[in-house]
């Protein structure tokens, strides 16, 4: 079982990029996107479930970033608009076999199966 991560890149501030998280073999029941900046701890981007629901984000990126499912290729993407030089980071696709509650989500200890990590690099 792998997780693939893509759609990373470099983009000015105000553009935007799609991350795309697929999951070969097999669908999770939960997935996430982290990240980490350099010198920083990695923290939670956002969530889903793929049975649907509410789809918790982090505060610094609500209204900016959306997490959605891709039924017909098994795939959950990250949509990311109007990026910040603070979005700099490497993003990482996270999945477990359980439906987390929304409440557990961004806890990065629940999450058993990880990508490889995509780098996004936001210039001022």
């Known amino acids: 079982v792998q997780l693939q991560a893509s759609g990373g890149g470099l983009v000015q501030a105000g553009g935007s990029l799609r991350l795309s998280c697929v999951a070969s073999g097999r669908t999770f029941g939960t997935y996430a996107w982290f990240r980490q900046a350099p010198g920083k701890d990695r923290e939670f981007v956002a969530g889903?479930?793929?049975?649907?629901?509410?789809?918790p984000t982090a505060g610094s990126v609500r209204g900016r970033f959306t997490i959605s499912r891709d039924i017909a290729n098994n795939a959950v993407h990250l949509q990311m608009n109007n990026l910040k030089p603070e979005d700099t980071a490497v993003y990482y696709c996270a999945a477990d076999s359980r439906s987390l509650i929304t409440g557990s989500m961004a806890r990065e200890d629940l999450y058993g199966y990880w990508g490889q990590g995509t780098q996004v690099t936001v210039s001022s």
């Open positions: 889903i479930r793929w049975t649907g629901g509410s789809t």
